[in-house]
């Protein structure tokens, strides 16, 4: 589409100059700004969340038979030979 309006030279058309300069400004700032985030993420300790979990496992109720899954041809096995 921008090629189109670069070769019909409309006003809509942004100088491929801005576009390099707007490229380069986008990784200039996000790509310093990922790694530095990486590199914080990894020197924190580990996320753990405190939960306490009931040794008594619930009951999970039958299906109803329009939940239940029914095989498609994607599901299927192949043949083996």
Same mark, same amino acid.
């Given at each position: 589409? !921008?090629?189109? /309006? /670069?070769?019909?030279?409309?006003?809509?058309?942004?100088?491929?100059?801005?576009?390099?300069?707007?490229?380069?400004?986008?990784?200039?700032? *996000?790509?310093?700004?990922?790694?530095?985030?990486?590199?914080?993420? !990894?020197?924190?300790?580990?996320? *753990?969340?405190?939960?306490?979990?009931?040794? $008594? &496992?619930?009951? $999970?109720? &039958?299906?109803?038979? !329009?939940?239940?899954? /029914?095989?498609?041809?994607?599901?299927? /096995?192949?043949?083996?030979?």
């Amino acid at each position: 589409m !921008y090629g189109v /309006r /670069r070769t019909k030279k409309s006003s809509t058309a942004v100088p491929f100059g801005t576009l390099v300069v707007l490229a380069l400004l986008w990784f200039g700032v *996000s790509l310093p700004l990922v790694f530095f985030g990486s590199f914080l993420g !990894y020197k924190k300790d580990p996320f *753990s969340v405190p939960v306490q979990t009931n040794p $008594i &496992p619930r009951q $999970i109720p &039958p299906q109803l038979w !329009y939940v239940l899954k /029914r095989p498609s041809k994607e599901q299927k /096995r192949p043949k083996e030979t």
